[in-house]
């Protein structure tokens, strides 16, 4: 039987890492709900929930403050927000359904494979 990757020839794959390998995004939710309810901000609504998805704390923390923030100021909160993240998804954080299946066939088939994300180097 042939290996599925063998048709054609993958020079590689690259992977996210939030919400692609790992359904972790109730984590990210959560904890920005307490981060929000900690600094007296309205609760997320959907539409804002889906906004937030894919984008960095430097253009969310603005959005949610309504005002322009300094440096400091987003790494400050990030950090509070990405420790609370990691506080929640500590020892709960599994792959997705086929994930290791699918990357056992890459490596069976020699495809090199890569990850990317825009998170925190403290979340990797």
Do not use: C, Q
Not at 23 to 42: R, S, V
Not at 48 to 76: S, Y
């Amino acid at each position: 039987m042939s290996h599925p990757f063998s048709a054609r020839r993958v020079a590689g794959v690259v992977f996210d890492i939030d919400g692609t390998l790992l359904d972790n995004m109730p984590f990210h939710i959560e904890a920005f709900e307490a981060f929000t309810a900690a600094h007296g901000l309205p609760p997320l609504t959907l539409e804002m929930r889906k906004w937030m998805d894919g984008r960095r704390n430097a253009d969310i923390f603005p959005r949610l403050f309504e005002r322009t923030l300094t440096e400091t100021e987003i790494a400050a909160l990030s950090h509070e927000k990405e420790s609370a993240y990691r506080r929640l998804s500590a020892g709960r954080l599994r792959p997705l359904a086929g994930l290791i299946r699918l990357v056992d066939g890459l490596d069976a088939a020699a495809v090199p494979i890569a990850l990317a994300t825009s998170a925190p180097r403290e979340n990797v």
